[in-house]
């Protein structure tokens, strides 16, 4: 079967803290590992009361450091938020502790509202149109001379760390076809442009010094539990945060599953939700087996970063044994 990873987002649940948050994706990345998915991303969001991932290379280098095999990266790293050569020695120095076992994947995105744009980066809020630029720029601190005279990534020059693109747009596709570099698509929130997007990336594919052929991982929502009645009524955690976005709300804690969605909804908003949660895989064993396997189908992915949102910890990780249960037979 197709590899399988893990995003996680660090989610802090209702009536819970962010301490709380970052000890249960501690243990999600433990059992991960022994389960034997192939990587565990963290996504870097910023002013968002539900999400504890904020400062994503300091909580990979955490859970690097608490697993010994397992893949850890980002999934991704918003470089408008940044300057290059502080992500550079940042995953220079996570590569030096953890070698052969850093991704580094990067969106244009700011991950945030514009207000916390401005205070992520003072100077300039047009990070990502310059998202081009800032990555052939940060490509070129791993290089063992970079690209600014008398400037080095220190850890950071000379390493092999794998860059990634992530996207969940064709112009994201283009891009990293035209670099050669592997692809990630949102399909876990944005499906709507993913036929597009691949086509555009695998015709467009060029080899490069990391990659000689295309390479696709796609975003997967998954909610497996021991049946397909209990695994509906845990996704309803998801499909709650998802409702709250359409109203205008940021994401907040993640609330607790509920018996009944069609009471917390109106038809439009259930049309709408279930249109972006389009890449899900939700049911009992057997169901969760039949979905995956038809969305790698369907698309083609070469490898499918599945995200388990539930309000209990415990429950994510039995969701994650299900899986790997039919995956790793």
Do not use: C
Request: charged share 20%; hydrophobic share 45%.
């Amino acid at each position: 079967m197709t590899a399988l990873s893990i995003l996680d987002l660090a989610p802090i649940r209702a009536g819970e803290d962010a301490a709380a948050a970052l000890r249960a994706t501690t243990e999600l990345a433990r059992r991960a590992e022994a389960l034997g998915y192939r990587r565990l991303w963290l996504a870097e969001h910023h002013n968002m009361t539900g999400i504890a991932s904020s400062a994503t290379a300091v909580l990979m280098a955490h859970v690097a450091a608490h697993t010994e095999t397992i893949r850890v990266g980002s999934g991704g790293i918003m470089l408008p938020n940044h300057p290059p050569l502080v992500v550079a020695e940042q995953f220079g120095t996570l590569a030096t502790l953890h070698p052969g076992r850093i991704d580094l994947g990067l969106g244009r995105a700011p991950g945030t509202d514009r207000g916390t744009v401005r205070a992520l980066r003072r100077e300039r809020v047009d990070g990502a149109e310059r998202f081009p630029e800032d990555l052939e720029e940060l490509r070129g601190y791993f290089r063992s001379a970079g690209l600014k005279p008398g400037v080095r990534a220190v850890p950071g020059a000379g390493l092999d760390i794998p860059v990634w693109i992530l996207g969940s747009s064709p112009d994201s596709a283009d891009l990293a076809a035209r670099l050669g570099l592997p692809y990630a698509f949102a399909t876990h929130f944005a499906p709507d442009h993913v036929v597009e997007a691949l086509a555009r990336y695998r015709a467009g594919f060029q080899p490069s010094a990391q990659l000689d052929r295309p390479y696709v991982m796609l975003g997967l929502n998954v909610a497996a539990a021991d049946t397909d009645a209990e695994a509906r009524r845990l996704f309803t955690s998801v499909q709650q945060q998802f409702r709250n976005m359409l109203r205008g709300r940021t994401p907040g804690p993640l609330p607790p599953p509920v018996a009944d969605m069609d009471a917390h909804w109106d038809p439009d908003e259930r049309e709408r939700v279930t249109a972006m949660l389009w890449a899900s895989a939700v049911g009992g064993p057997e169901t969760v087996r039949e979905q995956v396997a038809r969305f790698v189908e369907g698309t083609g992915a070469d490898e499918v970063m599945i995200t388990t949102q539930m309000y209990d910890p415990a429950v994510a990780l039995r969701s994650l044994e299900i899986l790997a249960e039919a995956a790793f037979p």
